[in-house]
């Protein structure tokens, strides 16, 4: 994993940047609308954060010291086991409960990227975890999957933020 180092740093740290800045979002322009369980808002809000939280943990995972393979596919499938199931439910809640403003069709995309990413990092996390390299590039791609859902979420979340408070 040495050699994947740099790329992990940076990953971690344009994580970790872009989840303080959906936290100064939210907090400037949070509203009445952030109460509601089901809220838009509150949906692309914690989906993003929860994208982010994902990317961060697996990029940390990697970066950790003299670890050998099997323990950098075992924790990054626990974390993402965790976080796969979190977004199937997240899923479920959001053809159940509805959508708000949002069209079905956009939220199913939307969560379907995140799982995509996540089931990028299954992929790449089992194989790592019976010691095997070749699966270094499918992390990278996972990660890099979920990340962009995650830039591309919280872009959605401004765009609705800003347009919920013009209304106002």
């Known amino acids: 994993m040495q050699a994947w180092a740099t790329f992990y740093a940076v990953i971690a740290g344009a994580a970790a940047t872009l989840m303080g ?6 907090s400037v322009t949070a509203g009445d609308d952030f109460i509601r ?3 838009t808002s509150r ?7 929860q994208n982010y939280l994902a ?3 697996i990029a940390c ?3 950790f010291p003299d670890q050998n393979l099997a323990a950098i596919g075992g924790a ?14 997240r899923l479920v809640q959001a053809i159940r409960h509805g959508t708000g403003e949002m069209p ?3 939220t199913l995309r939307r969560h379907v990227i995140s799982i995509t990413g996540l089931g990028l990092l299954v992929w790449a996390a089992v194989p790592l975890s019976l010691g095997q390299r070749s699966t270094f590039h499918t992390l990278a791609a996972g990660v890099l999957v979920l990340l962009g859902s995650s830039a591309t979420v919280s872009w ?10 013009v209304r106002q």
Do not use: D, G
């Open 61 to 63: 995972i990697a970066l």
């Open 76 to 89: 990054c499938l626990a974390v993402v086991a965790v976080k796969m199931l979190w977004a199937l439910v």
């Open 43 to 49: 949906a692309l809000a914690e989906q993003a954060f």
């Open 156 to 165: 959605q979340l401004l765009h609705y933020l800003l347009r919920h408070r």
């Open 21 to 26: 800045l959906l936290f100064v979002a939210v």
């Open 37 to 39: 369980p089901f809220s």
């Open 55 to 57: 990317v961060l943990m």
């Open 104 to 106: 079905l069709l956009a």
